[in-house]
């Protein structure tokens, strides 16, 4: 069965600095593709940014980048230069089961 | 323009009552989808349709009755609601689906179910 795991309930980082949520997830398929999504206090589900696994270049949307390490099956986000915007639950995710996990609330301290 | 909208945005209800929660769609899209959050955050998808066929249907009891009547709108109808059944459930859609690289999904608002 596909797992997704974030080991990070929740995090904080000050407004303007670097944080790094984690995500490990478990799959036998051999193409597949991973996502971030993030929901605000709006409830909104948001697509932050996705990599396609045959890919080896990391993703990068604006601020925001993953370190995609596919033997270790690690898919972590990178948020720089923080904003109090970012504040959010954030979920990964991976087709092709669309599997969540259970999220990382990120608080942004101003 | 709202893309993806759902109606109600909050429903409260007695347990044992039916209730039926609508979504719609004008992104032109091909696929929808229905996804239920607990309290504790865990978001788990239960239903997706493509061109009005179902294609995912993951273990839901069978009080849940998703339908189609054409590609825009995928309602979900809940018969006899039990307490369990409160949530958040989020409907969303997708360009199309293939089972390997499905494309990016976009969500609708949510509609908070709270069964008493």
């Known amino acids: 069965a596909q797992t997704v795991t974030q080991s990070q309930p929740e995090m904080s980082v000050q407004e303007a600095e670097t944080v790094t949520l984690s995500c490990t997830y478990d799959t036998s398929e051999s193409n597949y593709y991973l996502f971030w999504y993030k929901q605000p206090p709006s409830r909104q589900m948001i697509l932050v940014i996705r990599q396609e696994a045959y890919k080896q270049q990391n993703a990068t949307e604006n601020r925001f980048s993953v370190n995609f390490q596919k033997a270790a099956k690690s898919f972590s986000l990178k948020i720089s230069d923080s904003q109090l915007g970012d504040t959010a639950m954030y979920y990964c995710g991976a087709t092709n089961k669309l599997i969540f996990g259970t999220g990382t609330l990120l608080a942004v301290q101003p | 323009d709202t893309a993806v909208s759902q109606t109600p945005k909050y429903l409260v209800t007695q347990m044992g009552n039916d209730k039926s929660i609508k979504c719609e769609q004008n992104l032109g899209h091909d696929t929808m989808y229905w996804y239920k959050q607990d309290s504790k955050k865990f978001l788990k998808i239960m239903f997706s349709y493509n061109n009005k066929e179902l294609i995912i249907n993951e273990t839901v009891p069978n009080r849940f009755s998703p339908k189609s009547p054409d590609k825009a709108h995928l309602n979900l109808h809940i018969n006899s609601l039990e307490l369990g059944d409160s949530a958040v459930y989020f409907c969303?859609?997708?360009?199309?689906?293939?089972?390997?690289?499905?494309?990016?999904?976009?969500f609708g608002p949510g509609t908070r179910l709270t069964v008493l």
């Open positions: 969303a859609s997708s360009q199309s689906f293939q089972r390997l690289a499905p494309d990016t999904q976009y």
